[in-house]
């Protein structure tokens, strides 16, 4: 089993759709989450850092939620700019960080 | 623009050959990790430098190893290669301050391709 577990895609959304992502991770002793973006043959960049108590950046919302070892990504309103792989990331303090394989996301006009 | 550059950009190899990938990480960070990603994958840790010394490994075999410079910049060398070597190879360059934002600075990436 991967540490950290995504739903591949493709999501094939509408332009100013509401999408979510999730994404579990199996190491308890994880302790802070990541979202990064990647776009078609680009190198990963970091989007958002995942709270407990939820964190909100314009029109991207990112929850974690401990007990079940859960992390979401909302993206309301989505814009074609938006289209690229989004991926999960946890990190253990003092070790390395550790990627999921990502989910695809297409926004259509 | 990242501040890390990663040569060379593309090149193509045969089974059983070496590689050698290079990676300039970005001013004032002392801390270059390497990860492999598979087509349609996440990238997988490969190992971490800091300060010199390796610093954490993931699951690759010893054939994959590395150095890092005096100036932090750092390689990553591949020996016997083989076809699943194919891959995009990245490296993110950090500092003590990524333990706490979890920002990794990347370079565009070495892609190999083994015949």
């Known amino acids: 089993r991967k540490e950290v577990e995504q739903d591949p895609g493709p999501f094939n959304v509408p332009e100013g759709a509401t999408v979510a992502f999730n994404c579990t991770y199996s190491n308890s002793a994880s302790q802070s989450f990541f979202w990064y973006r990647q776009d078609c043959r680009k190198e990963p960049k970091l989007l958002m850092s995942?709270?407990?108590s939820g964190n909100e950046d314009g029109r991207f919302t990112a929850q974690l939620n401990r007990a079940s070892q859960y992390i979401s990504l909302l993206i309301r309103d989505s814009k074609l700019s938006d289209s690229a792989t989004y991926l999960c990331v946890a990190h253990n303090y003092g070790q390395n960080f550790v990627f999921g394989p990502g989910t695809r996301l297409s926004v259509l006009p | 623009e990242t501040g890390v550059t990663q040569s060379p950009t593309h090149l193509i190899k045969t089974r059983g050959q070496q590689v050698t990938l290079r990676c300039s990480s970005q001013?004032?960070?002392?801390?270059v990790s390497w990860y492999q990603q598979a087509l349609g994958q996440g990238p997988q840790f490969i190992f971490q430098y800091y300060r010199e010394e390796e610093n954490g490994r993931g699951n690759f075999p010893p054939r994959f190893s590395g150095l890092q410079f005096p100036n932090y910049s750092s390689e990553l060398n591949v020996n016997a290669l083989e076809l699943d070597d194919s891959a995009l190879y990245l490296c993110?360059?950090?500092?003590?301050?990524?333990?706490?934002?979890?920002?990794?600075?990347f370079g565009e990436g070495s892609r190999l391709t083994v015949l």
């Open positions: 993110a360059s950090s500092s003590r301050d990524s333990l706490i934002t979890g920002e990794l600075f």
């Open positions: 995942v709270y407990s």
């Open positions: 001013s004032g960070h002392n801390t």
